[in-house]
């Protein structure tokens, strides 16, 4: 059963509950994604310089829609 608060919020964000359950997954992929490029651009800064960051932009800039 979904409780009182999850319907507040998937109406809240305008989101079915598989709406919402796919766009959680697709940003842990994402997040995922940038957790390597950021350890190799700790060691050796000239790799993934801008990645990590456009792709946080590009969640945020999703979210807001």
């Known amino acids: 059963m979904i409780s009182n608060a999850c319907r507040a919020h998937l109406k809240k964000v305008n989101e079915t509950g ?3 359950m796919f766009h ?7 997040l995922l994604i940038c957790i390597p490029m ?4 700790g060691i050796a800064p000239r ?3 801008n990645t990590t960051t ?4 590009g ?3 999703g979210r807001s829609k």
């Open 54 to 57: 456009n792709i946080l932009k």
């Open 38 to 41: 950021l350890l190799i651009h």
């Open 24 to 30: 959680s997954y697709k940003t842990a992929f994402l």
């Open 47 to 49: 790799f993934f310089t």
């Open 59 to 61: 969640i945020l800039a």
């Open 18 to 20: 598989l709406q919402h």
